[in-house]
């Protein structure tokens, strides 16, 4: 049988390393919060950029309660607004694409000797 003084070193050893992980895993949750609320942060700053009549469209409503017009109404503006939107991020593409793919040759200096001349 073990002497009264090992069991108190035992279960003293047992707290100590019971209070370290928990000191761990409440620095581990802390860092995760710290990152969860710069994500929130990015998330507000975005959120911001969105359009309200964008924000109106994604609102759900019920059909079964609305009239067929209204129904047909939402959803050709809905898929107008995607159109537009769509062919806003085409026109950016390319507008994008013809800017990186002009080159003025004008204003290239090309080292002569790559072409052979000193």
């Known amino acids: ?4 003084w090992s069991w108190v070193l035992l279960w003293t ?3 100590l390393l019971l209070l ?3 000191g761990l895993s409440a620095w ?3 860092r995760k919060f710290l990152v969860l609320l710069d ?3 990015t998330l507000a700053d975005r ?3 969105i359009d309200p009549a964008e924000a109106q469209l994604a609102r759900p409503e019920l059909a079964i309660l609305a009239e067929v017009s209204a129904i047909r109404a939402r959803e050709d503006a809905r898929r107008t607004h995607r159109a537009q939107r769509r062919e806003r991020r085409r026109a950016a593409r390319w507008a994008r694409a013809e800017r990186i793919a002009s080159v003025d040759a004008s204003r290239t200096q090309w080292p002569r000797r790559w072409y052979g001349k000193s």
Not at 1 to 4: E, Q, V
């Open 28 to 30: 581990w949750l802390f």
């Open 39 to 41: 994500d929130v942060a």
């Open 20 to 22: 370290v992980v928990l």
């Open 47 to 49: 959120a911001s950029l």
């Open 13 to 15: 050893g047992l707290v």
């Open 1 to 4: 049988m073990m002497p009264w």
